[in-house]
Every structure is written in C-alpha cells, then in structure tokens.
Nanobody, 124 residues
C-alpha cells in the first residue's frame, strides 16, 4: 500500500521560502509520477507541480513557474517542493500525490494515492 507523508508546512511572511517534503513508502516508485497539489479555503484542489520519478521530467502550473522547484531523492524515497517568493495567494493546504506511469498528469483525478496534506500560510 502506497503511503505519502507530507511535512515542512508552516507560517511565513510574504517573500519568504518554505521547503515541503513528501516521504513515500509501500513500493518501488520507478515509473511513477509524483505531484503536488494545493487547496485554498473555498476553492477546488489545483495542480502545482509534478515530477517523473525516474527521468526527472518536471511540470509546473503557470502560477508557480519560476518560484517553485520540484525535485526528488530516490535514495530517500522523498519528493521536495522548494517554494520561494511566497505570497498570500499561495496560502493553502499542500498535498502530495502519486500515480503509476511517468507522464504529465495535472488533474486531481489522475492520482489514486494522496497524503494527508500540510498547511502553508503566507502573511502579508
């Protein structure tokens, strides 16, 4: 059974940075896609970024391109989301997600496995 555990969220001032981590377990993740999504209060969950576990191809939503960087450490089975130049619009619960097959998957319904989420709050 795939398990995903996020960490690294918190409260930060506008312009600051945070690094989220997603520890994955339960299987070998080669040929998997790992994604980050976020959900703000009253809004739908939205795609933030994704990475192909083996090839390392990365994908970003336009709203975070140039500010966020996704990466992975296969030795630790961990995916990271480095978030820089944060602004209040980035405030949300951030979720890690996983699915089999490496390709561009930006839809919530593409992912069968989800973590519990970590809160990111950016103050102005």
């Amino acid at each position: 059974q795939v398990q995903l555990v996020e960490s690294g969220g918190g409260l930060v001032q506008a312009g600051g940075s945070l690094r989220l981590s997603c520890a994955a377990s339960g299987r070998t993740f080669s040929d998997y896609s790992m994604g980050w999504f976020r959900q703000a209060p009253g809004k739908e969950r939205e795609f933030v970024s994704a990475i192909a576990w083996t090839a390392g191809n990365t994908y970003y939503a336009d709203s975070v391109k140039g500010r966020f960087t996704i990466s992975r450490d296969p030795a630790k089975n961990t995916v990271f989301l480095q978030m820089n130049s944060l602004n209040p619009a980035d405030t949300a619960v951030y979720y890690c997600a996983a699915r089999y097959y490496s390709a561009y998957y930006p839809a919530v319904n593409d992912y069968p496995y989800w973590g519990q989420g970590t809160q990111v709050t950016v103050s102005s």
